[in-house]
Structures are given as structure tokens and as C-alpha cells.
């Protein structure tokens, strides 16, 4: 995969969040990115919603509890955020392919081959209220938001099936590994 700056690799992803170049991901970067997205943190209701996002963040991804996610960290968490494949006698790669595949369908309810941001919240609350979340409206915005922003290589404001594949097969590697 070519290491490009609008590639979506795991690494070019947590390169995009990492903004000081320190090689780790802080608060600081996580809060920069949801601004960038869209997501105010003024005011109380702000305030919360981005403690919640950089919390939710580090609970995730920041495994020694040092306050900083390295790039071994974001990758190894990456992997988990897709879900487990059966033992159906379908190779792993073939199933996340499969999974990754329909799942951007179902996202994708004007055909385009592209998500936006209002594709991506849909789905995410519809999810969400299938699994009974409270506040799944709010939370579907954010993680539309926070989605657009990390897998939008080239920036278009949508998520391309090419994007979304890069970043799969990239996992796919990395499962490898």
C-alpha cells in the first residue's frame, strides 16, 4: 500500500491525528480533531461531549494507561474495531472484506459509492438504537463527524468505497503481522 498522506492506512490515519509529529496521540490532538470535525466543546453540553470523546478515546486505544496512544497502540486497537469473523470456512481476509463490503452498502443509501457525513450518522444511530443507547442521536453525530474527518483521505468531505477499502486492507495486513 502506498504510504501516502491521503491513503488511509492505519498509519497514515494516526499520522493525520498525530498534528505535533511526536509520534503519539494526546487529549489535545484528539480534542483538534473533533473541532475540526464539527464538534463544538464551548459550553457545558460541549465541555462534557469532549471529555466523553477524548475519554472514550484513551479507554480504547491508550492500553499502558500513559496518556498517550503510540502508533503499536492505534494499530493493535484498529484491528479490534472490526468484528469477529465466524469460523465459516471463509478465510479471515475474505470475511472482513465481506463485512467491510456490506456494510458500506448499507451505508451508501444514495448509491454513489460515497458516505457522508449524514449516510454515516444514520447508520450509526440506527445501530445504536437497535442496541437501545440512550443519547444515540448525539452520539451518531459524533461519531458520523469523527468518521468523516479520520477516513476522508483526499478530503471531499465523504468517505469513498476506495478509502474504506484502503483502510481495510490495511488492517487485513496488519492481522497478518
Known amino acids: 500500500m502506498p504510504n501516502e498522506v491521503n491513503s ?7 499520522n493525520r491525528v498525530d498534528t505535533n509529529g511526536d509520534r503519539a496521540i494526546g487529549e489535545n490532538e484528539i480534542e483538534d480533531v ?3 470535525a ?3 466543546g464551548g459550553g457545558f ?6 471529555r466523553a470523546i477524548k475519554s472514550s478515546f484513551m479507554d480504547n486505544f491508550d492500553t499502558n494507561s500513559d496518556g498517550r496512544v503510540v502508533l503499536s497502540e492505534f494499530k493493535q486497537n484498529g484491528k479490534n474495531l472490526l468484528p469477529p469473523v465466524e469460523n465459516s470456512g471463509v478465510s479471515l481476509e475474505r470475511g472482513i472484506q465481506g463485512f467491510a463490503t456490506e456494510t458500506f452498502d448499507k ?9 457522508d457525513r449524514r449516510e454515516i450518522e444514520d447508520y450509526v444511530r440506527g445501530q445504536l438504537e437497535s442496541a437501545d443507547v440512550s443519547m444515540a442521536a448525539t452520539k451518531a453525530d ?3 463527524r469523527l468518521a468523516v474527518e479520520l477516513l476522508d483521505a483526499n478530503k ?3 468517505v469513498s468505497r ?4 484502503e483502510l481495510v486492507q490495511d488492517i487485513i495486513q496488519e492481522l497478518r503481522e
Open 142 to 144: 459524533v461519531a458520523a
Open 162 to 165: 476506495s478509502e474504506m477499502q
Open 45 to 50: 453540553i460541549g465541555r462534557a461531549k469532549m
Open 38 to 40: 464539527g464538534i463544538s
Open 156 to 158: 471531499d468531505n465523504s
Open 8 to 14: 488511509n492506512s492505519l498509519t497514515n490515519i494516526f
Open 107 to 115: 451505508m451508501d443509501l444514495n448509491e454513489n459509492s460515497k458516505l
Open 34 to 36: 473533533a473541532k475540526k
